[in-house]
């Protein structure tokens, strides 16, 4: 049992904060049913997530054992078996689309299309250079996407804009982060992967390059009447910018260092430095409101 929990990966579903954003973002916190229906879409894309980490983890058995790190994952080190591991990937799966459903059928929608762009990257994407990474950037933006329908709050073109870019530069940060573990094992070549350890700086400058274009989306959105119109005291926000480019370089500087063996939203769950940033940034948009 211990094994398959961990198979879960239960901290992960800290990525399907996601979701919360647009009603966040909307002022709506005090909407007793539009939070309610997010934190069903919550739990819907977190079954949803768990289902595909274990499909993922049945098909990668082979790659993961030669890996430096993922060699200790349940099913590659034997701890878990297959069969187990597809049964409950589809009690999850049928589990995440009934509560998806009892919010709407729309939310099935995307998460169907969530399960099945999951799906496509475990076969295929994976495989390839840089498809990976906007498959990842898709399938983050997507909960975003997933949480306006929840919540009824549309999502603007700026936050997608916003969304794109910071998760192609998040992606790319992990796919930079794990070539550099396998450059210390001398490893030359990503086992499964489209990558080989000299595309490091490739992806380092298109990842920050990537991570810079959404604080520049930021900051053009900050100049739009919207921002008007929901904040009191919009120059504020202009706090964020720097709050925010620290962020991504902190992050970046982790991952040059070697200090990254895990999905960068996981690490940022158990970063302090993260912690202070996310609540300097809080404390600007509520003084701003």
Partial sequence: MTALLRSLRPLHWTKNVLLFAPVFLAHRTGDAAAMTATALAFLSFSFCA??????????????????????????????????????????????GVAIAFSVSLELVAYL???????????????????????????????????????????????LLAL??????????????????????????AAPGRGYVTGDRDLLRSMGVASGFMAVLVLALYLTSPQVTRLYQSPRLLWLVCPLFLYWIAHMWFLAHRGTIQDDPIVVAARDPVSYAVGALIAVLVFAAI
């Fill in 163 to 188: 969304s794109v870019f910071f998760f192609v530069g998040l992606a790319l940060l992990k796919r930079y982060a794990d070539l550099g573990l396998l450059a210390a094992q001398s490893t030359n």
């Fill in 50 to 95: 768990s289902a595909m980490y274990l499909v993922n983890d049945v098909r990668d058995a082979e790659f993961d054992r030669a890996h430096p790190t993922k060699k200790s994952r349940m099913i590659a080190s034997g701890a878990l078996s297959p069969m187990v591991a597809m049964i409950a990937a589809a009690l999850l799966l049928i589990a």
């Fill in 112 to 158: 169907a299309g969530y399960s099945i762009l999951s799906l496509i990257y475990s076969l295929v994407f994976k495989r390839r250079a840089f498809l990976d990474v906007l498959a990842l950037s898709a399938l983050w933006t997507i909960r975003v996407l997933a949480g306006g329908v929840a919540a009824r709050v549309e999502v603007s073109d700026w």
